[in-house]
């Protein structure tokens, strides 16, 4: 019986539970396989070499696994880039493994022998979990999906509890993400499915259990408001990601391509997305992240210059009510001053200088729009 990694379009869980599952035996009754240390990983990997053969007993029933890669001829695609054509090769080999078993076993192969092989995978991946951090490669429209994407182990130190926000909103996004983890069944209940082909390869090449980000919306897809947006020329003979595969993309997220599976979109400029794409049932939930408030400057306070208090805590709250100031603003500031005590009250200079520069603006402001009533026009906002 052969298990193949790819099955048409899609990954073959199989596989990978087949990879799980044989691991913990490799070095224990191989001769040769290989070992790998992957970027941002601290242990080495062992991994199964081609031909190699493990032996497994089930029920009585031996079941021989051998992994096999089949080298194929590289593949050469033409791609455009820019005024500039050039050539890139993708995949050159095939893996799938082979189990021998005898033919009597066939029917309890498949109906107890695989499903505990899945088990046991999953155990395994609970032991040896680590998140990872994905990109699209740059060949991800050429379809071969040992290609479309590139990881590398995620370390990074900060959590939910790090972040500089309103503990409130926080917490309701803690909530509802633990929400949705508890919803399996509901999700799989009233889920659509899901019908542009392209978007709907890119997911189904994602596994189960992950995060898909697509930043700022507004500016790397052509998804504007219909009433308010026209293609520029430029685009006109490019084919875009259309709206409507977007929305279908979103409404079949859960129901034709995995299970817990999440969807983050981020926009500086919410306004610019169309409606359809906004409106509840599509984006659950809206998180807006704007200015730095008290309870933020006081989470960046903690984790930059470990203070949990300051007499001046109460100045730099009444500051930042009148100054527009970013977190990332804030903990750029912090990072240019060793002293916590330096940083705080420098802070508190920068806060003063902004919110005066804020105030003249708007009497400026004020002013013009003044002006504009005398002669009789009107402004807006």
């Given at each position: 019986m052969v298990i193949d990694e790819y099955e048409t379009l899609t990954y073959n869980k199989l596989f990978q539970s087949v990879e799980l599952y044989l691991h913990p035996d490799i070095a224990q009754h191989l001769k040769r396989f290989k070992t790998v240390m992957r970027p941002k990983e601290h242990n080495v990997s062992i991994v199964i070499d081609r031909n190699e053969e493990i032996l497994h007993k089930f029920k009585g029933v031996d079941f021989k696994w051998r992994l096999i890669i089949q080298a194929i001829p590289p593949t050469y695609i033409r791609r455009s880039g820019g005024s500039n054509e050039h050539h890139t090769m993708v995949k050159s080999s095939v893996r799938c493994f082979e189990v021998r078993?005898?033919?009597n076993h066939r029917d309890m192969a498949l109906s107890e022998y695989f499903p505990f092989v899945m088990e046991k995978a999953k155990e395994v991946q609970e032991e040896q979990k680590t998140p990872k951090l994905f990109t699209l490669t740059n060949d991800?429209?050429?379809k071969r999906f040992g290609d479309m994407w590139q990881s590398v182990a995620l370390d990074h130190p900060a959590t939910f509890e790090s972040l500089a926000m309103d503990s409130e909103l926080r917490n309701m996004i803690l909530d509802d993400l633990d929400l949705f983890l508890e919803r399996k069944e509901f999700y799989k209940r009233v889920g659509d499915v899901l019908h542009n082909a392209e978007l709907r390869s890119l997911l189904m090449s994602t596994r189960n259990r992950s995060i898909l980000v697509v930043e700022d919306i507004d500016c790397t897809l052509q998804l504007h408001n219909r009433l308010a947006f026209r293609v520029p020329p430029w685009l006109a003979d490019k084919p875009p990601v259309t709206l409507s595969g977007i929305?279908?993309?979103i409404d079949g997220l859960w129901s034709s391509c995995g299970e817990e599976r999440i969807i983050v979109f981020t926009t500086n400029h919410i306004d610019k997305l169309d409606p359809a794409l906004l409106r509840p049932g599509r984006m659950?939930?809206?998180?807006?992240?704007?200015?730095?408030?008290p309870r933020g400057f006081r989470e960046l306070a903690l984790n930059y210059l470990m203070m949990k208090e300051h007499p001046l805590f109460v100045e730099d709250d009444k500051l930042l009510e009148k100054a527009k100031i970013t977190?990332?603003?804030v903990?750029?500031?912090f990072l240019q001053n060793e002293d916590p005590e330096t940083a705080i009250?420098?802070?508190?200079?920068?806060?003063?200088?902004?919110?005066?520069n804020h105030c003249e603006n708007k009497a400026i402001k004020d002013v013009t729009t003044d002006s504009f009533k005398a002669f009789g026009f009107e402004t807006e906002g």
């Open positions: 078993f005898h033919k991800r429209v050429l929305l279908n993309l659950d939930v809206h998180i807006s992240l704007s200015y730095c408030s977190p990332a603003e903990g750029e500031h009250r420098s802070l508190v200079e920068l806060l003063e200088k902004m919110g005066r």
